[in-house]
T-cell receptor, first 113, second 118 residues
């Protein structure tokens, strides 16, 4: 079945450091890929998405590129801020597959000033 | 517009009891999904409802059930609670795309109902 594997962390960085959170997937059908973010005490919110191979999703300085050849969708940000401290979830939905959003286990990011 | 609203936010139950959680989706959204979030298992899909019909179901025992009303509000019920049911239960709403009612994966989540089973 569909699955997502992401580095579980936790990840601790200093402000202005470069961030990478790795995500790889296994899917039937033609998946769309997502990063969701959960700030402390809140529900998840969509950060960015990509719906086909080579698409780049971007939002709030975060980027991720849909790499079909490596089945990956790594999240990157060039300069993190304290306000980026949150849990980040990689997810996929496979049209023609289960059609339910499947999440990785999440990566907790802490950014120190 | 108002976001997804879940009630109650926190509740404590004892083993063997049952619990009902409520979710009001964003206005105009007719699809409601439920997820269980635990530190060990992460986010696990429970079920999805659209137009009062269960459209998709995860791998949970029959103690977990749900329903959706004509106004798209949804409830989930867990009967005969076990310690392992302690979790954050998240509801998410979405609008499905096109006449084929395609799930785009763009979900809007509530803040969750945190259930503690003692």
């Amino acid at each position: 079945g569909d699955s997502v594997t992401q580095m579980e962390g936790p990840v601790t960085l200093s402000e202005e450091a470069f961030l990478t959170i790795n995500c790889t997937y296994t899917a039937t059908g033609y998946p769309s890929l997502f990063w969701y973010v959960q700030y402390p005490g809140e529900g998840l919110q969509l950060l960015l998405k990509a719906t086909k191979a080579d698409d780049k999703g971007s939002n709030k300085g975060f980027e991720a590129t849909y790499r079909k050849e490596t089945t990956s969708f790594h999240l990157e940000k060039g300069s993190v801020q304290v306000s980026d401290s949150a849990v980040y979830f990689c997810a996929l939905i496979s049209q023609g597959g289960s059609e339910k959003l499947v999440f990785g286990k999440g990566t907790k990011l802490t950014v120190n000033p | 517009k108002a976001g997804v609203t879940q009630t109650p936010r926190y509740l404590i139950k004892t083993r063997g009891q049952q619990v009902t959680l409520s979710c009001s989706p964003i206005s105009g959204h007719r699809s409601v999904s439920w997820y269980q979030q635990t530190p060990g298992q992460g986010l696990q899909f429970l079920f999805e409802y659209f137009s009062e019909t269960q459209r998709n179901k995860g791998n949970f025992p029959g103690r977990f059930s749900g329903r959706q009303f004509s106004n798209s509000r949804s409830e989930m019920n867990v009967s005969t609670l076990e310690l392992g049911d302690s979790a954050l239960y998240l509801c998410a709403s979405s609008s499905l795309r096109g006449s084929g009612r395609v799930n785009t994966g763009e979900l809007f989540f509530g803040e969750g109902s945190r259930l503690t089973v003692l």
